[in-house]
T-cell receptor
Framework: GDSVTQMEGPVTLSEEAFLTINCTYT??????LFWYVQYPGEGLQLLLK?????DKGSNKGFEATYRKETTSFHLEKGSVQVSDSAVYFC???????????FGTGTQLKVEL | NAGVTQTPKFRILKIGQSMTLQCAQD?????MYWYRQDPGMGLKLIYY???????DKGEVPNGYNVSRSTTEDFPLRLELAAPSQTSVYFC?????????FGSGTRLTVV
């Protein structure tokens, strides 16, 4: 079945540091790929998405490129802020019903 | 525009009790979903619906039931609460783009 593997957390960075959160996937067919962010006490919010190979999703300074050859969708940001502290989930969607399969989440903490 | 509204936000149940988690969306989305989130884990799909009158099991449906009598509402029913159902429950809807999530219901079964 479909699965998503993302790097273990927590990840602690200093403000303005470069961020990479790795995500790889296994899927039948051609999935759409997503990054969701969850701030403390809140539901998940879509951060960015990509629907086909070589697409780059971007939002709020975050980027991720759909790499079919390496089955990856790594999340990057050039300069993180304290306000980026949250849990980040990689997810994929295939087939009917638009059902999402999630990774286990990576907690990011950004310090001054 | 309220989006996806879940009630209650918190609840404590005793083992064997039953309850219904409510979910409503005002975006006229056809797809609706229930997920549970356990500590340190991703979200697991419990049930989903592709439209009014149609529901189907997800990855972890045991111990739960759903109904979808209207496009707007997708309640999740726990009939005999068990400690293993202690979790945070998220409802989501999708109109053909990406999912919109509610703010969650934190359920504790003691």
């Amino acid at each position: 079945g479909d699965s998503v593997t993302q790097m273990e957390g927590p990840v602690t960075l200093s403000e303005e540091a470069f961020l990479t959160i790795n995500c790889t996937y296994t899927a039948t067919g051609y999935p759409s790929l997503f990054w969701y962010v969850q701030y403390p006490g809140e539901g998940l919010q879509l951060l960015l998405k990509a629907t086909k190979a070589d697409d780059k999703g971007s939002n709020k300074g975050f980027e991720a490129t759909y790499r079919k050859e390496t089955t990856s969708f790594h999340l990057e940001k050039g300069s993180v802020q304290v306000s980026d502290s949250a849990v980040y989930f990689c997810a994929l969607s295939t087939g009917g019903g638009n059902k999402l399969t999630f990774g286990t989440g990576t907690q990011l903490k950004v310090e001054l | 525009n309220a989006g996806v509204t879940q009630t209650p936000k918190f609840r404590i149940l005793k083992i064997g009790q039953s309850m219904t988690l409510q979910c409503a969306q005002d975006m006229n989305h056809n797809y609706m979903y229930w997920y549970r989130q356990d500590p340190g884990m991703g979200l697991k799909l419990i049930y989903y619906s592709v439209g009014a009158g149609i529901t189907d099991k997800g990855e972890v449906p045991n111990g739960y039931n759903v109904s979808r009598s209207t496009t707007e509402d997708f309640p999740l029913r726990l009939e005999l609460a068990a400690p293993s159902q202690t979790s945070v429950y998220f409802c989501a809807s999708n109109g053909g783009g990406s999912d919109t999530f509610g703010s969650g219901t934190r359920l504790t079964v003691v």
